[in-house]
C-alpha cells in the first residue's frame, strides 16, 4: 500500500506544481512568436499564445501592464516577454503571466510602426479634411517636450528671436520610456481643457527608432487629433517619421523649423503693418479728395440753380395766394351779407303786420283760432277782426258762397 504522503487530489497537486513553478520560473524573459491573440474590450486583458518551432505556452497580460505597451500586439509578431511561469489551477494549466512586453527585434518595430499607420490612415487620421490651420500671427504658443532637453532651447531661441512678442507656455514632459506616451498625451489635454494657447508644438530632438517610439503609439496620435488647438509635430530630424507627424496639424523637420513654421518674423510683421499704415493713408486720402470734388460739384449745382431766386419766386406766389384768398374771402362775405340782408326785407315784406298795415284784416274766433273758411263759423256767430292798427268784434249774419 502506497504511502499516505504521496497522495494528492487535484487541487492540491496543482497548487504544489504552483508554488513550485513561481518560485523556480520567476521575472524570466521569454522570446517566441503571438499567435491566437485576443484582447478582452471590457476588462482590457490580452490573452495569447507563445511559440517557437518546438513549442507554445499559454500567456496573459493583464490590463494594468498592458496600459503601456509602445505598440498593438498581433498574430505572428515576434516578441520578447518579462514574465513569471505560474498554473491555472482549476484546469491546472501553466501559462505565462507576462508583465512588460516588446518587439523581439527592429523589423517588429516596423511592423508595429505600419501596422498602427494603416488602422489610422482608414480611420481617416491622416486626412487633409481634418488638418486646422495655424493660427498666422500666434499670442501664445504651448511648447510640449522634455523640459531639459535640447529641443526645447531651440525652439524658444527661434521663438524670441523671430517673435518676442509671443507669449511661451513650456509643459515639460518625459519624451521617451515607460509612461511618456501617456504624458505627453495628458500635456495635450490640459492646454486644451485651459485653452490657454493659440498653437501647440509637440516634439523633441533626434534618436532611434526606439527613443522616438512615444511618438508612434496609439494614445499620442489620437490626443493630437481630438485637439481642438493646432498641433505641430517637430520629432527628431528631417528624415525621422512618426505617426504623430501624419496626424498632427504641420510636420516640422526639426524644433527649430516647428518654431520657423509657428510664427511670423517680427520684423515682417513691422514691415506689413507698415503696408498696412500706407494703405489707410492712400484710402484716406482719396476718400478726402472725393469728398472735395463731391464738394465743389454740390456747390456748382447751387450756384447754377440759383436757390435764392427760386425761393424769392415762391414767397411771391404765396403773397399773390395770399392776396387771392383775402380777396375771395372778403367779396364772398360781403355778396352772403347782402343776400342775407334781403332775405330779411323780403321776409319782413312778407310777415303779418305789414299785411294789416296794407289794409288787410285777419278774423278770429273766440277762442283765437283764425278763421280761414266762411263755414268756420255760424249764422249769429261772433267774431273779432284784427287790423293794422286794433281789432273789434263783429257777427256773422250771412253767408256768402264764393265771393
Known amino acids: 500500500m502506497p504511502e499516505l504522503r504521496n497522495q494528492y487530489t487535484v487541487s492540491e497537486l496543482n497548487a504544489q506544481i504552483r508554488f513550485l513553478l513561481e518560485g523556480a520560473f520567476s521575472d524570466i524573459w521569454v522570446t517566441g512568436e503571438i499567435s491566437n491573440f485576443h484582447y478582452h474590450p471590457s ?90 490651420s495655424i493660427p498666422k500671427f500666434p499670442r501664445k504658443i504651448g511648447v510640449i517636450t522634455s523640459g531639459s532637453g535640447a529641443a ?28 511618456s506616451a501617456q504624458d505627453i498625451s495628458n500635456a495635450i489635454q490640459e492646454f486644451n481643457d485651459h485653452g490657454s494657447v493659440d498653437l501647440i508644438i509637440v516634439g523633441r530632438g533626434g534618436g532611434s527608432i526606439e527613443d522616438l517610439w512615444s511618438f508612434n503609439e496609439e494614445i499620442v496620435s489620437r490626443s493630437i487629433f481630438e485637439s481642438t488647438i493646432p498641433i505641430i509635430s517637430a520629432v527628431g530630424h528631417e528624415t525621422d517619421f512618426t505617426i504623430a507627424d501624419f496626424v498632427a496639424d504641420v510636420r516640422a523637420p526639426t524644433p527649430s523649423i516647428a518654431a520657423e513654421l509657428a510664427t511670423t518674423p517680427l520684423k515682417d510683421i513691422l514691415i506689413l503693418l507698415r503696408e498696412i499704415e500706407k494703405g489707410f493713408k ?107 292798427n286794433g281789432s273789434f268784434d263783429a257777427e256773422k249774419t250771412t253767408n256768402h258762397p264764393n265771393y
Open 152 to 179: 526645447l532651447q531651440d525652439i524658444i531661441n527661434v521663438l524670441n528671436r523671430r517673435s518676442p512678442q509671443v507669449d511661451i507656455l513650456v509643459r515639460s514632459t518625459k519624451v521617451q520610456g515607460d509612461e
Open 43 to 132: 476588462s482590457g486583458h490580452m490573452y495569447f499564445t507563445m511559440k517557437d518551432g518546438r513549442g507554445e505556452m499559454q500567456c496573459a497580460m493583464f490590463r494594468g501592464n498592458n496600459q503601456y505597451l509602445k505598440f498593438k500586439p498581433s498574430d505572428g509578431m515576434e516578441v520578447r516577454v518579462l514574465g513569471s511561469v505560474s498554473i491555472y489551477e482549476q484546469r491546472g494549466q501553466v501559462q505565462l503571466i507576462v508583465s512588460r512586453m516588446e518587439p523581439a527585434g527592429l523589423g517588429d518595430l516596423f511592423k508595429a510602426f505600419e501596422a498602427l499607420k494603416k488602422t489610422l490612415s482608414e480611420e481617416g487620421l491622416f486626412d487633409a479634411i481634418h488638418k486646422k
Open 282 to 388: 492712400r484710402v484716406l486720402k482719396r476718400d478726402i479728395e472725393q469728398a472735395w470734388v463731391l464738394t465743389d460739384h454740390l456747390e456748382a449745382r447751387v450756384s447754377n440753380q440759383q436757390p435764392q431766386k427760386k425761393i424769392q419766386r415762391q414767397v411771391e406766389r404765396l403773397t399773390q395766394f395770399h392776396q387771392r384768398l383775402r380777396h375771395g374771402i372778403s367779396t364772398t362775405h360781403s355778396h352772403y351779407i347782402e343776400k342775407t340782408e334781403a332775405l330779411q326785407k323780403q321776409l319782413s315784406s312778407l310777415g303779418p303786420n305789414q299785411v294789416l298795415d296794407r289794409g288787410y284784416a285777419i278774423a278770429l274766433m273766440k277762442n283765437g283760432d283764425f278763421i280761414r273758411n266762411a263755414v268756420d263759423i255760424s249764422i249769429g256767430d261772433s267774431f273779432s277782426l284784427k287790423t293794422g
